[in-house]
């Protein structure tokens, strides 16, 4: 008798939630349209990211916002098994957010928002990594010359919170090679 593998769909990645941690998280639009180009959009979308995060329970320690894509660098919170509520957080972000922009541009029914990817960070230099590449990543699209620019990412409030050693520890590390996919085109107005 054959045994049978199990296949995962290509397009939906694997999501393990089992473990409680620090945890690196893509997310993209439908299509990677730009939904959320401008100022006024992005800072819904930025704005409703944190309050739902901290809603949920889970510490953002980095995050980067742009008009068809974020990601951000979070705990997920200790007294809930894993980070099974992962899931719920961002589906009541992206049902918010997607009704206020569908209702924004008169297309109801839409689909604003596709699959999200996540890694569990169990290595300090790869947590380090990914905080560099979140604060970074509007530097790397070219929407600015330094990260701090950038309203919509946590890179000025990095500097003003954290130590000038730990900011000078993330900030020169290279991340040429760390491994996030992350092949968006953003929409140059914000």
């Not at 054959?2 to 620090?22: D, F, K, N």
């Not at 299509?31 to 006024?40: S, T």
């Not at 510490?59 to 809930?80: C, I, K, M, R």
Request: with cysteine.
């Amino acid at each position: 008798m054959a045994v049978m593998r199990e296949t995962h769909w290509p397009h939906a990645p694997l999501h393990q939630l089992a473990r409680s941690g620090t945890y690196f998280v893509t997310v993209g639009t439908y299509g990677k349209e730009h939904h959320f180009r401008r100022a006024d959009r992005l800072g819904v979308l930025h704005r409703g990211l944190l309050t739902v995060a901290n809603g949920f329970g889970w510490t953002l320690e980095a995050w980067a916002v742009f008009s068809n894509h974020y990601h951000f660098v979070g705990h997920s919170p200790a007294d809930q098994p894993g980070a099974a509520t992962l899931p719920r957080m961002l589906g009541e972000l992206h049902e918010r957010t997607a009704k206020w922009i569908n209702e924004l541009d008169s297309s109801p029914g839409r689909q604003v928002w596709h699959n999200y990817r996540e890694t569990l960070l169990t290595y300090r230099r790869s947590y380090y990594a990914r905080l560099k590449y979140a604060h970074f990543n509007a530097v790397k699209h070219g929407l600015v010359a330094t990260p701090n620019a950038y309203p919509w990412c946590s890179a000025a409030w990095f500097e003003r919170t954290a130590t000038p050693a730990q900011v000078k520890t993330i900030y020169d590390l290279n991340v040429d090679r760390v491994n996030v996919p992350d092949d968006y085109d953003v929409a140059t107005e914000w």
